[in-house]
């Protein structure tokens, strides 16, 4: 009886290690070529109003206004939300945050289609720049 119970708690044990495993965040690589690439875009008011405006329209339900995470459609992802204003995201190269919107990974979309402009994608790795905790 005593290992009945004991696999049963082992194999409760194992499932949640597993699921958090599953959800943790995976490392994102970016091939070099792309995370060297140069922001064409200078930043500026002018791009960074942009950025603004496209990370409104179509990030800030998921990572939130100011990059927390916290957008209303978090909570619904199995994917946690990244800090966009920590030193792990700021850190990033501009060419590796512009592959990274353009392509998508999992839950993550593209926005290669949807924002078809890179000038435009461009505008938003600026924006994010001026995030701030």
């Known amino acids: 009886m005593k290992t009945k119970y004991y696999l049963i708690g082992l194999l409760m044990v194992s499932g949640v290690f597993f699921s958090f495993k599953y959800y943790q965040a995976k490392p994102w690589a970016v091939p070099d070529k792309n995370a060297k690439m140069a922001n064409p875009v200078k930043s ?3 791009s960074i109003k942009i950025g603004k405006e496209m990370w ?5 339900s998921c990572h939130g206004k100011t990059g927390a995470g916290d957008g209303s459609k978090a909570a619904q992802l199995k994917t946690t939300m990244e800090d966009m204003t920590a030193s792990v995201v700021q850190g990033q190269t501009d060419g590796a945050l512009f592959y990274k919107m353009s392509e998508g990974r999992d839950e993550m979309p593209s926005f290669k289609k949807k924002i078809p402009d890179t000038e435009e994608l461009w505008s938003i790795v600026n924006y994010l720049r001026t995030l701030k905790k």
């Open 44 to 46: 500026n008011a002018e």
């Open 56 to 60: 409104s329209k179509h990030c800030s």
